[in-house]
């Protein structure tokens, strides 16, 4: 099984629409990355987030992780097509820094008009 | 700043043949972690090089090995390849106490 879940795995989301993406540990996570990724590319790093209670917002996105830091969200508002993308929630499960990241399978979005 | 340069960005090899994918890191950036990405698997931890030493590896055979030089740029290898070598590799790099800038990747396509 997956030490890092993610959900759902697909979203298609009418624009203008918001949407939660979720990223679940069993363990405690010393730290949560998110990213994106157009298909067959790179990925873009959108937000870190290494404290329990944490927010970090940037433009239209808001990741949050929990108290606990075994939960993180990451939440679209008014979602436009340059959304789409896969999300990519990477974490530090054993404190060796973000140079050993364990990746969730990816969320894939896309936005219709 | 330049970001991270992989080269190069498609390849296709023959099964048997092996393979030497390398990775420039920003400027600055001293450690170089390599992943590989498939359809089935997802993005899964290869190694990690920090000042030309191996600190981290992850759970894959002998025959995926790397090194890192002293100008930072990381090489991996992969000799004998098999089909399921198919992937996307992508490396990363990182500097003190910043998060992981990814390059665009290396599509390896094994025939």
């Known amino acids: 099984s997956q030490e890092l879940e993610q959900s759902p795995q697909s979203l298609i989301v009418q624009e203008g629409k918001n949407l939660t993406i979720n990223c679940t540990s069993s363990k405690t996570l010393y730290g949560l990355y998110w990213y994106k990724q157009k298909y067959g590319e790179g990925l873009i790093f959108l937000m870190m987030l290494q404290k329990g209670g944490e927010e970090k917002s940037h433009e239209k996105i808001t990741a949050k992780l929990d108290e606990k830091k075994q939960q993180s969200s990451l939440h679209i508002t008014a979602s436009q097509p340059s959304h789409a993308g896969i999300y990519l929630c990477g974490a530090d499960m054993g404190n060796f820094g973000n140079e050993k990241l364990t990746f969730g399978t990816g969320t894939r979005l896309t936005i219709i008009p | 700043k330049a970001g991270v340069t992989q080269t190069p960005r498609y390849l296709i090899k023959t099964r048997g043949q092996q393979v030497t994918l390398s990775c420039s890191p920003i400027s600055g950036h001293r450690s170089v972690s390599w992943y590989q990405q498939t359809p089935g698997q997802g993005l899964q931890f290869l190694f990690e090089y920090f000042s030309e030493t191996q600190r981290n590896k992850g759970n894959f055979p002998g025959r995926f090995s790397g090194r890192q030089f002293s100008n930072s740029r990381s090489e991996m290898n992969v000799s004998t390849l098999e089909l399921g070598d198919s992937a996307l590799y992508l490396c990363?790099?990182?500097?003190?106490?910043?998060?992981?800038?990814f390059g665009q990747g290396t599509r390896l396509t094994v025939v």
């Open positions: 990363a790099s990182r500097g003190a106490s910043t998060e992981a800038f």
